[in-house]
């Protein structure tokens, strides 16, 4: 089966339309960006604390709300994700304090919830909320004076079965000590002494981030620095093997792609996270190489015939590779948009960057990177024809490099 | 031709073998195969679940209480000497940052005392360089060699003392470690998996600052004020009033007047236990390092009758009155409840930290969210996967199947290097699997449509294949190295998360070299082996 045999469609003949709609998206990123006062970054970039607490029910967001604001120092956000696939989780948020006020206030937030949310059972311990060893302790003396003869491993094991089976089966939150009595191990005299000794709290902490004024800003530095590292390097590879106005125009499309990603981020409200960052860092990887493999055809070409004017060399290259950019390209595609449907909350911010990077990815090797290299060589062509009759031209900007090709395409 | 065939298809089922190994090792049953699985590609805390926490050294105090001892021996040096100085005092420094700040002065000293100052610094305080401000002030700064010295100590005892405080935890695996490695930085970082009960840890670990053990001078006071009218608004010098730790009754606010130089620091506090005594009354038993037992026993001694007071972060947690002489190990009895014993174990502890630590960074994920994102992560893979291989075959028929083959290969390749290595699945670790199976589609791709263009120019089978190879390869070449020299550089100067994407991603272009390229070819080789005269490749 193929689908393109051999094609000959006059890509680089209609760059402007793409450079154009390149140059749209470019702006609409930019005026998101600057209408929404800057990207919105998740909590390991943006520092703060954050709780995401999941309900058995519907949970009460104005009580939560008005527990959380009296006992926390700042501003403090809740905000709900019951929706028809989600369960009731609630992200309690404050903002980035030092280091000191975001312990107390992350300490604060299980203090709200727990006497917020939890009856006054004397003695009694949230069995939904505590960690394996200290449900072993809380557990050790009860047993023994309700006569279960259970020894220290035995419990142990009987306590790890039933965290794990909370965790799988319930997403960690019961609501009746019944659900335990599947527990592997679990007999009724332990399940009564359970009962006697726990209560169940209608929530459960999922997960809990602080990131303290430190942790972000370096985060950020480094994560943008070692980026810039790794597109010099790639460059100067590329310059090596090719010539540098080629590393210039594969670095300036990743980058063209990289700009255009967080912009579609802005646009759709969607949190920058390290996750994200990762996903940059992967398109980068699929641009950059989809890029090089069109270059490389462009170079063979280039030394099979030296005369062939070079927008036709590389609309031939272009096309000669056509089928293995939309192959590669589509499987990639089909991998990020199975990821981006089944991959779940945690993976969505990662999958939605991959999706939008590899189509923008791909189109950019075509529209943009090859166009940078064509300007180049249409102008250094022009002057020199030029300077043969004239003076020896001087260094010119970029700028000048722009607008000539214009004239010579037309 | 057909023995180089065999010398490669060995190479290939040796690397698939000891690949299968490194991942499953030898199962003797599905759950076994299971179990090696888990134990063999160990996921980071972002995927299973646990807590992740990053704790900053507070360096100055280690500098601060060591200028205070520095402080001591000098008080007790001069007095021997009969040199007199109007007065000794540190600074006192509050951030990391400014830890290198840590002076102590010594003023009002007679100009004919400065040469015997001088020769006292030079000869018996050698981490310490004295500078004149005046001809009677002098400024003892720590030396550069020596202040590394103790910031490395001290980040060292705290991942000792912080270690051992959560072994007592028993969780599987725990890890604590330095974070980072630059110089300049004194963060520890403690990974616990499975541990979803942070806020626990913390107080396990402690928050303290800076644990003294210091002589009451007088009190106590009902408030602040009152022990200031009964000095005459004036506090008698190297003496600070703190605020005792309100306690369960209701006594209302008490104020001590302690010294300012404690007799123990933190840093000399070994541990500490509750449990009760005579009579069953609950007492606190703690022991100090050899050093702090001697001064403390030569302390205790001069001041039978006198009292003590415990003061953790400026605050006095309790009082005791000295009743004899106490070497390295001693008791405090007398306490009101068990409560009461432990939590001053507790502090004791706590304050066998060298330095108080921050958090700089918490991160938890339950194991509930963390079993639901690598299922739903898992399943997205197959699903991709699966769709990638399908049409890989539909689109490239017998041929497919060597890419098929290629890929799978690479991914065990991958795993087994990450297994061999002991490396850590994490999140942006998948992206660079992710990425590394782009590339290694990517390059099946690029040799076969190679294959097609050549056998259309009308090559024969043998020569479109040996062609398509051939001109691919120097594609691969360089799309692979310049992802490799872009890894390189993320490795150098990224961090934490982004290393993991570079490490996964260059290990899974390596493998894929060795697929796309060696594995794939072999399996061609092999298939037109005896028949030269081929005219149709299933491609």
Known sequence: MELFKQTNYDFLGKKWLFI????????????????????????????????????????????????????????VSVQNFTGANSKNDVQIGTELQDERQLAVNRAAMDEVLRSTFSPAAAGKVDLNNIGRDQIVQQLREPLARNNVALNDQQLQELVAALKSYVNSNYSGLITDFNQLSGVPGMTPAILNTIRDTFYLAPYTVKSVEVVGPKVGAELQRKAVLSTLYALGGMLIYIAFRFEWIYGVGAVLAVFHDTLITVGLFSIFSKEISMTVIAALLTLVGYSMNDTIVIFDRVRENLKLSRREPLEELMNRSINQTLSRTIMTSGLTFLTAIALLIWGGPVLHGFSFALVCGIIVGTYSSVFVASPIVLFWHNYTDKRSKVAGAVQPAPVTRPEGARKSPTRAVK | MSKNLTARAVIIVAVILICVFGVIDFPT????????????????????GGSYLVLEVQVQDAAKSDALQVIERIREDLRKQNITYASLEANDPQTVEQADNIQIDIKGVPSTEAAAVRSLVSDSYTDWMLTAVSSSDFALRMKPSSMAQLKRDTVERSIQTISNRINQLGVAEPSVQQYGSSSDRFEILVQLPGVDDPQHVKDMIGTAAVL????????????????????????????????????GGSEGEQWYLVSRLPVITGREMRNATAGQGELRRWETSFTLSPDGGKRFASFTEANIGNKLAVVLDKQIVSVATIESRIEDSGRITGLGSQQEAVDLSNFLRSGSLPAGVRYNQERSIGPSLGADSIHAGIMAGIAGLLAVISVMLVYYKRSGVNAVIALILNTVMLMAALAYFHAVLTLPGIAGVILTIGMAVDSNVLIFERIREELRSGKAVIAAVDAGFGKAWWTIVDTHVTTVVSCAFLFLFGEGPVRGFAVTLVIGLLANVFTAVFVSRAIFDWELGGRRQLQTLSI
Not at chain 1, 28 to 54: P, Q
Not at chain 2, 33 to 39: E, F, H, S
């Open chain 1, 20 to 75: 154009g709609a390149s140059v749209l998206l470019l702006i609409a990123g930019f005026a998101s960006i600057i209408a929404k006062g800057g990207l919105l970054y998740g909590i390991d970039f943006r520092g703060g604390a954050l709780m995401t607490v999941e309900f058995a029910s519907a949970p009460p967001m104005d009580k939560i709300r008005s527990a959380m604001s009296q006992k926390i120092k700042g501003e």
């Open chain 2, 212 to 247: 003294e053990i210091t002589s009451v001078k007088d009190g106590p006071y009902s408030s602040r004020d009152a022990a200031l009218a009964q000095h005459g608004g004036i506090l008698p010098v190297n003496t600070v009033l703190n605020k005792l730790l309100p306690r």
């Open chain 2, 29 to 48: 049953s599905l759950d076994g195969l299971k179990n090696n699985v888990q134990q063999n590609i160990r996921l980071g805390l972002d995927l299973k």
